[in-house]
C-alpha cells in the first residue's frame, strides 16, 4: 500500500557529481543516487540536493515538483522538535492540533495518526527513507532532513494523499569522524527534553555506528498536559567494498499524550444562572409541576432540562460508590434561541464559555472563576503508542553508471487510548445539578454544584504492522556524442519494484453494566447499559479526578461492571500491495555554460492490490466475544470475507524549461490512488470506492545573486474525487435518535458508515529563500488555497429519501431522547434533512474552518566579529487571513453561501537570541538559544463557529478557541 518508496530520476547536479567521485577528510564518497548528504547538500536555510522529487539525489532547481526543504539550520533557530512543529511554516500546510484550520475541535485526528493539512486536503503520510512511519510524527532526533512535497507524485507515492507527504531521512553513520552531541530543552511549562547523538568510527571509511535518544516530557498552557516521548536509535553502516553498502537501523519508543481539546468548553451553567438557579424535589415537588422525576418544564427559560427520558447509568467519583439511574433527573439547560431557525438551534445549545460567564458558584456562595485554558479531563484521556521501526539498506554500483538498492522495513505501532466518549459534544459541556434529591431519594450532597461528564468509557487499542521491501535500479548514460553537436542528451532509466503488506488489529472495551436491570434494554450494547462517570467541580478541584478502574467493584445491587465488546465490532484487515514503476529522466540541450535547457520526466505506477477484511457476528445479549486486550481471544469470533483485487495505474510527468541560466520555467503533472478500507462501507454498508487525486502545476525558479538567493512560484490546481468522510454528528445524531426509538438494528457507526464528497483547490505557493553573506539568513513564504466542494454526501440524501417513509409511519413516536429541537420521530426527521441540506448548500464554494491567505518570515543574525561575536538572534512571524466560521441564512430557510461570517485574522510573532562559542581549545562547541514565542501575548479567545441568530443575520457564535499566551523555552547543547 505504501509504495512510495519509490525513486526520483533528477539530474545530478555538478557539486553532486563532484561528491560522488571526491571524498572530503571525514565522510566516505556516496555509492548510488539514493542518499543525499545533509553537510554537502545544506548551507543555511538553502537545501541544494533532494530526494524529496522523485527518489534519487538531484538538485532542487531541476525538480518539477512544489517542494519545501527545511534545513536543520531553520528548524534550530524556529526551535522544532518534530515534524509537527515545523508544518508550521511551510506554506500551505496546517497542523490540526490547535488550530481553527480544521473542524477537528477535539484534536481526533492527531489521536489517531499524525494528519495535517495540505493545499486544503486532509492528509496523513509521513515517510522515512520513504517508508511509512505511522501515528508517531517524524522527530529529529533520529532524522536528518525534513521536506514537504505538496500534491500528489505516483512516482515518489503512487498510493496517498493528494495533499502531498512528508518525508525525512533516518540518521546514517559517518564513516569518516567521532562525533558526540548532547541537548536539553526546557521552557515555561516545566517541559523537558534530553537528547544525545553518539556517531564511532569503527574503521575508517569501512565501518561505523550511530546511537541518538530522546526523553521527552512535554506540556502546554492546558494543564494538565502531557506529551512524553521516550526512544532510542541505533544504525550500522559497513562498507566491505569500494561500491557496497550495507546499512541497518533500529528505532524503538514509547509516546504518552493526555488529549488536548482545542475549544473552551460548553457553557450549560450560564442559562441555569440567567434563570434564577432554579433547583428541584422530585419527591415534594417543590421547583416541578407535580411530584415525581420529570414533571417540571424543560426549557431555557425555565433553565432546566431533562437529563434523559430513557435509562442512564451514572457513577459519581469521589461520592459513595453506588451506580444510579438518571433517568428523568434534571440538570441545567442548554442555551435555546426563539428566533434562529430549527437547523441552527439544533446546534446552539453548545455555545463555549467566554471570559464574561465563567464565573461558577459553589452551593456554599463561594465563586471562582474557570480557567478556559484548564484540560479539565487529565489524565482521563490518555493515549499510549508504543513502536519499533527496523530497516536495511544494500547499495551497490554494478557498474559504471548503474546503481542498484535494495531495502527492506517492519513497522510496528500500537495504541492505547483509555478515556471517555470525549467526542460528543455533552461530554466537552459543564452542567449545573439542581437535584436536591439522588435518584433513590437520598440528599444530593452536590445540588447547585457544576460537573462534566462522560458520554461511555472505552479503552480503544489498535495495532499495525507493516512489512515493506522494494528493489530500485537506476542507469545513467549519454547519447551526447552520438551525433556530434545535435546529441540526444543525458538520461536516467529506473525501475523499482516494492511489495508492502499492512496488518490491522482493532478492539473497543466499554464500561457496561452486563446484567440489564429491570426495565432496561437486555442488549449490552444498548446505551441504558452503558456507564457514565460524572466529576463536580469546585474550587481548585475542576480537574476530573477518577476512582479507577471499577470492573469487579461493588457499584450496587444488579449492577456489575466490566469492560466488554459491546458497541464497536472489532477489526482485522490485511492489504497487501505490489507496485511496478518506470520511469526516464531526460536533459537535452547542454549549453556552453554546462547547464541544460530542457529536463524532462515521465514515470508510470502500476500497482495491485489485495484486501481482506473479517466480519464479526454479535452474540445473544448483542455484543461481541472475546478479550479486547488479547488479539488472538479479540477476532476469534471474526471470518475472513472474500479478497478483493484492485488494478490502478498512475502517473507522473514534468518539465523544467531555462531560457537562461539561473531561470527555470516548470509543469509538474501528477495523479494518485488511495484505497478504501477494508473494514469500512459507506452510509448503505457497502464497499468504498477508492479515492482518485490530481495536480497541475505551474511554476518558475530563479537563482539570484549568485546562488545566494532562490525564489520559487508555483500555481497549482489540485483536485480529488470520491474521499471517504465520516458521518458528521450533525449526519447522524439525529438519524440514530430515531432508530434507537424505533429499530436499534439499524442504528449508524460513525467510524465505519461513510459518504463521499469531491474537492479541488488551486492557489499558489512561493518561497524566498537567502544566505545573505555569513551573517543573514532569511526565508519568506506566501500560500494560498482556495479549496471549493464539489460533491458533498449525495448517499446521505438518498438514505433520507429511503427512508423517509418508514419515518414518516412514525412521526409522532416520542424519541427515546429528546432535545429542545427535537421531541418526535418527526422532528428529528425534519431537523437531520436541513442539517445534511446546510451541509450541501456550501457545493461550489469554500467550506468553513479554512483561511485562504498564509505568510511565513523568518531572519536571523548572527554578528561574525566584535564583543558580540558568537551572538544571533531572530524573528520568526506567521500570519494566516481569516476564516470563514459559518453563513447566514436567507428567509426561505436555506443558508446564504454568498453572506459568510468570519473568524479574524491570525498573526504571531515570535523571536530567539543565542549565543555560541568553542571551549577546550576548539574542541567543544556550546550553543544556548533563547526562544520566546508569542511576543505581543495575543491570547484572546477566538471565535470558530458560528449561525444566524435570526435577527438582523447577527452572528451567534456557538465555539470558541484558545491561544497559547506569550511563552518561552530554553535550548543548550554541546557537540564535541
Request: with cysteine; hydrophobic share 35%.
Amino acid at each position: 500500500m505504501f509504495a512510495g518508496t519509490l525513486f526520483s530520476f533528477g539530474q545530478m547536479s555538478p557539486n553532486a557529481a563532484k561528491s560522488a567521485t571526491t571524498p572530503g577528510d571525514d565522510e566516505i564518497v556516496e555509492l548510488s543516487p539514493f542518499v543525499v548528504s545533509v553537510e554537502r547538500s545544506e548551507s543555511g536555510y538553502m537545501a541544494k540536493e533532494t530526494v524529496a522529487g522523485n527518489r534519487l539525489r538531484a538538485d532542487i532547481k531541476d525538480v518539477g515538483a512544489s517542494i519545501d526543504a527545511l534545513t536543520n539550520e531553520l528548524l534550530d533557530d524556529i526551535g522544532a522538535w518534530n515534524a509537527q512543529d515545523a508544518l508550521k511554516v511551510v506554506a500551505n500546510l496546517a497542523t490540526f492540533e490547535g488550530s481553527v484550520d480544521s473542524g477537528d475541535v477535539i484534536n481526533d485526528s492527531q489521536w489517531f495518526n499524525t494528519n495535517y493539512y495540505s493545499r486544503g486536503f486532509a492528509t496523513g503520510s509521513q515517510r522515512v527513507d520513504f517508508f511509512p512511519r505511522l501515528m508517531v510524527p517524524i522527530d529529529r532526533f533520529s532524522t536528518e532532513s525534513l521536506t514537504f512535497s505538496r500534491g500528489p507524485n505516483a512516482i515518489l507515492i503512487g498510493v496517498g494523499s493528494p495533499g502531498g507527504s512528508i518525508g525525512s531521512t533516518s540518521k546514517r553513520p559517518n564513516l569518516g569522524k567521532n562525533r558526540l552531541s548532547v541537548a536539553y530543552t526546557t521552557d515555561k511549562y516545566g517541559s523537558s527534553r534530553g537528547e544525545f547523538d553518539l556517531n564511532t568510527v569503527l574503521l575508517k571509511r569501512n565501518l561505523a555506528v550511530r546511537v541518538a535518544g530522546v526523553s521527552q516530557n512535554r506540556k502546554t498552557y492546558k494543564q494538565p498536559s502531557l506529551d512524553g516521548f521516550d526512544s532510542l536509535y541505533g544504525a550500522v553502516t559497513w562498507r566491505p567494498f569500494r561500491h557496497t553498502s550495507l546499512t541497518v537501523n533500529y528505532e524503538e519508543g514509547a509516546r504518552r499524550r493526555y488529549l488536548d481539546i482545542n475549544n473552551a468548553f460548553y457553557d450549560a451553567y450560564t442559562p441555569w444562572v440567567l434563570a434564577g438557579c432554579p433547583t428541584v424535589n422530585w419527591m415534594t415537588g417543590e421547583g416541578q409541576n407535580d411530584t415525581g422525576k420529570g414533571n417540571f418544564t424543560a426549557s431555557a427559560a425555565s433553565g432546566l432540562g431533562n437529563y434523559s427520558t430513557a435509562h442512564n447509568l451514572v457513577y459519581v467519583e469521589g461520592g459513595d460508590g453506588k451506580v444510579q439511574d438518571w433517568m428523568n433527573m434534571a440538570r441545567s439547560a442548554h442555551w435555546q434561541s426563539s428566533t434562529a431557525a430549527a437547523a441552527d438551534n439544533s446546534l446552539i445549545p453548545f455555545v463555549s464559555f467566554t471570559e464574561d460567564s465563567n464565573l461558577l458558584e459553589m452551593p456554599d456562595g463561594t465563586q471562582w472563576r474557570l480557567d478556559l485554558t484548564k484540560n479539565l479531563y487529565g489524565d482521563r484521556a490518555y493515549h499510549r503508542t508504543d513502536y519499533k521501526n527496523m530497516s536495511a539498506f544494500l547499495e551497490q554500483q554494478l557498474f559504471r553508471g548503474m546503481s542498484l538498492e535494495l531495502a527492506a522495513n517492519k513497522h510496528i505501532s500500537e495504541y492505547m487510548f483509555d478515556g471517555q466518549g470525549w467526542g460528543s459534544g455533552a461530554t466537552r459541556t459543564i452542567y449545573v445539578d439542581p437535584n436536591e434529591l439522588l435518584p433513590d431519594g437520598s440528599p444530593n450532597p452536590h445540588v447547585g454544584q457544576p460537573y462534566i461528564e462522560d458520554s461511555s468509557m472505552e479503552d480503544t487499542r489498535q495495532k499495525w504492522e507493516l512489512k515493506n521491501y522494494r528493489a530500485t535500479l537506476v542507469y545513467d548514460f549519454s547519447l551526447e556524442e552520438l551525433f556530434g553537436k545535435f546529441g540526444l542528451g543525458r538520461h536516467r532509466l529506473m525501475g523499482l519494484y516494492e511489495n508492502n503488506r499492512e496488518d490491522n488489529w482493532f478492539a473497543v472495551g466499554r464500561y457496561v453494566n452486563t446484567t440489564p436491570l429491570t426495565g432496561f434494554n437486555t442488549q449490552i450494547n444498548n446505551a441504558q447499559n452503558a456507564l457514565r462517570r460524572r466529576w463536580y467541580l469546585s474550587p481548585g478541584a475542576e480537574v476530573y479526578q477518577s476512582d479507577g478502574n471499577l470492573v469487579g467493584v461493588d457499584v450496587g445491587t444488579g449492577v456489575n461492571i466490566d469492560k466488554v465488546m459491546a458497541q464497536q465490532a472489532p477489526r482485522r484487515s490485511i492489504t497487501e500491495t505490489e507496485s511496478f514503476v518506470g520511469a526516464i529522466q531526460s536533459n537535452f540541450v547542454r549549453t556552453k555554460a554546462g547547464y541544460y535547457r530542457l529536463t524532462a520526466l515521465y514515470g508510470y505506477r502500476r500497482d495491485i492490490l489485495d484486501q481482506k477484511s473479517m466480519t464479526f457476528a454479535r452474540n445473544a445479549v448483542n455484543g461481541f466475544d472475546g478479550d479486547y486486550t488479547n488479539w488472538s481471544s479479540a477476532i476469534q469470533s471474526g471470518t475472513w470475507n472474500p479478497r478483493t483485487r484492485t488494478r490502478v495505474g498512475t502517473k507522473t510527468y514534468s518539465f523544467v524549461l531555462r531560457p537562461f541560466q539561473r531561470v527555470g520555467l516548470t509543469y509538474n503533472y501528477s495523479d494518485i490512488f488511495v484505497s478504501g478500507a477494508a473494514n469500512a462501507g459507506d452510509i448503505f454498508g457497502n464497499a468504498l470506492r477508492p479515492t482518485y487525486g490530481e495536480t497541475k502545476d505551474w511554476g518558475v525558479k530563479i537563482d539570484l545573486w549568485e546562488g545566494r538567493i532562490f525564489a520559487s512560484f508555483t500555481y497549482f490546481e489540485t483536485a480529488q474525487r470520491d474521499v471517504t468522510t465520516q458521518l458528521p454528528a450533525s449526519m447522524m445524531d439525529y438519524a440514530n435518535r430515531i432508530w434507537n426509538t424505533i429499530d436499534s438494528t439499524k442504528v449508524l457507526n460513525t467510524s465505519l458508515n461513510r459518504f463521499y464528497r469531491d474537492d479541488s483547490t488551486d492557489g499558489i505557493e512561493f518561497a524566498l529563500v537567502g544566505n545573505i553573506g555569513k551573517a543573514v539568513r532569511m526565508r519568506l513564504t506566501v500560500g494560498q488555497q482556495k479549496t471549493t466542494i464539489t460533491k458533498y454526501a449525495s448517499e446521505v440524501v438518498d438514505y433520507i429519501n429511503q427512508n423517509w417513509a418508514v419515518w414518516q409511519e412514525n412521526r409522532n413516536v416520542i424519541l427515546t431522547v429528546t432535545n429542545a429541537a427535537a421531541r418526535t420521530v418527526g422532528d428529528a426527521a425534519n431537523v437531520y434533512k436541513q442539517n445534511v441540506a446546510d451541509a450541501r448548500a456550501i457545493i461550489g464554494k469554500r467550506g468553513s474552518n479554512s483561511r485562504e491567505w498564509n505568510s511565513n518570515f523568518n531572519v536571523n543574525y548572527t554578528f561574525q566579529k566584535g564583543w558580540f561575536k558568537g551572538v544571533t538572534a531572530g524573528v520568526d512571524m506567521r500570519w494566516k487571513s481569516r476564516s470563514i466560521i459559518g453563513y447566514q441564512r436567507m428567509n426561505n430557510g436555506e443558508l446564504d453561501i454568498h453572506n459568510a461570517y468570519y473568524g479574524p485574522a491570525e498573526f504571531k510573532m515570535n523571536m530567539n537570541v543565542g549565543y555560541g562559542r568553542r571551549l577546550w581549545n576548539n574542541k567543544v562547541h556550546w550553543d544556548i538559544r533563547l526562544y520566546v514565542y508569542n511576543v505581543l501575548d495575543n491570547d484572546d479567545l477566538q471565535p470558530r463557529r458560528a449561525v444566524d441568530s435570526g435577527v438582523n443575520h447577527a452572528a451567534f457564535i456557538l465555539e470558541r478557541y484558545t491561544q497559547e499566551p506569550r511563552t518561552f523555552q530554553i535550548r543548550s547543547s554541546l557537540t564535541f
